[in-house]
């Protein structure tokens, strides 16, 4: 995952008031914390730190006044209606050490016909140091017929990547249709079948 630079500004007024003028200045209110230091209050500028955002677990580099700070984004609220970001909580990290994160798992292809997939979880806890975080697991489901399962063991690690979730945590279940899924496929399958017989005009 690649760094993203940034200029931050350190924040000395609190509540929700100074919250609204940070955000009519294009600002987001944040905090960094973590190895024991006193947590650092700064605003940050809304459009790269919002794009910056996209990407879990996203590495920035602040520049606090000529000062450079390494934090991962942990934690980001999130207005419920207008989904704009209110405040972020940053964890300060050092070059080599290693962190504990959740990964987004990201599955592509298609399973067997007659067959559909559920997603049982979105994430796997991993291990891995700050500035070498994959941004997301991908799985092939391709092919996969009925009756088959996908477990946290069977994905695929960068190197450097420690599992930390259980490794037989199902992750996909890949079964045959059931309920409206099996109807719909039945009527489907029906529909294809009165075109072929219909007699050409």
């Known amino acids: 995952m690649s760094e993203q630079k940034l200029a931050a500004e350190i924040r000395t007024e ?39 955002a996209r990407n879990a677990n996203a590495l920035l580099t602040l520049d606090i006044h000529g000062e450079e700070h390494l934090a991962l984004i942990k934690d980001i609220q999130r207005d419920p ?13 050092r070059r080599g050490e290693k962190v504990i994160v959740d990964i987004p798992v990201i599955l592509h292809g298609e399973v067997a016909p007659g067959a559909v997939s559920l997603q049982e979880e979105v994430t796997v806890s991993v291990e891995a ?31 450097g990547i420690t599992l930390l979730t259980d490794p037989e945590m199902l992750i996909v279940n890949i079964s045959e249709p059931t309920g409206a899924a099996a109807a719909a496929e039945g009527e489907e399958a029906g529909a294809e079948e009165a075109a072929a017989e219909a007699p050409a005009e």
């Open 14 to 52: 609190f509540g929700k008031g100074s919250a609204r003028r940070a955000r009519r200045a294009n600002l987001i209110p944040a905090v960094i914390y973590g190895h024991g230091a006193d947590p650092i209050h700064i605003a940050l500028p809304e459009r790269p730190t919002t794009r910056a």
């Open 81 to 93: 209606l207008l989904q704009i970001i209110e405040h972020i909580d940053l964890l300060t990290v």
């Open 129 to 159: 140091e700050a500035t070498h975080l994959p941004e997301h697991i991908e799985f092939s489901i391709e092919g996969r017929q009925a009756g088959a399962h996908v477990h946290a063991k069977d994905l695929v690690l960068p190197a």
